[in-house]
């Protein structure tokens, strides 16, 4: 006498197949919907272009003034200090912390120099990974970045370095 057909492991084995499938694009759909549409795709390429050109100038004039700063983090503060390039007169300076895949995470600090000529601010609360820290002045008229990974637990030099636009 032959088994029910529930009770053989060929048409259980057989089910299981499409039965996978049904569960892995579950999982896949869960995950792409999760996380939508990608903020890092440029609509307008030849403005961008245009842009990234703008900044290339801004560079060369932080390289033209020999800008360097270095960059002390303690806990969730850090400063900034100029080691070469200081301006007669401190101005603010507008400091941009982008992370490198996740924008929502994207912050901008305003910053103004102490006696010392050291600037200061703070970070969000564990703060951690790849970022790309750029520094322009008030007037926008040079602009310094640097790749770090944070938190950074020694001194880092901050320079103008034209492969970070």
């Keep these: 006498m032959q088994k029910p057909w529930y009770k053989q492991f060929w048409p259980w084995f057989l089910m299981l197949i499409p039965f996978s499938v049904v569960i892995a694009m579950t999982i896949t759909l869960t995950i792409a919907s999760g996380y939508g549409d990608n903020p890092m795709v440029v609509d307008d390429y030849y403005k961008k272009g245009r842009g990234i050109n703008a900044q290339v100038e801004k560079v060369q004039a932080a390289q033209?003034?020999?800008?360097?700063?270095?960059?002390?983090?303690?806990?969730?503060?850090?400063?900034?200090?100029?080691?070469?390039?200081?301006?007669?007169?401190?101005?603010?300076?507008?400091?941009?912390?982008?992370?490198?895949?996740?924008?929502?995470?994207?912050?901008?600090?305003?910053?103004?120099?102490?006696a010392q000529g050291v600037y200061r601010g703070r970070l969000p609360a564990n703060e951690e990974g790849k970022w790309t820290i750029t520094i322009t002045p008030f007037d926008g008229s040079w602009r310094v970045t640097q790749q770090v990974h944070l938190p950074a637990y020694r001194e880092l030099a901050i320079k103008p370095l034209t492969y970070g636009v």
Excluded: C, M, R, W
């Design 64 to 114: 033209a003034l020999n800008i360097e700063f270095t960059f002390k983090q303690t806990d969730d503060a850090f400063s900034l200090a100029y080691t070469s390039g200081k301006p007669s007169q401190f101005s603010a300076l507008k400091v941009n912390f982008y992370h490198t895949t996740l924008a929502e995470k994207d912050f901008t600090v305003t910053l103004t120099a102490d």
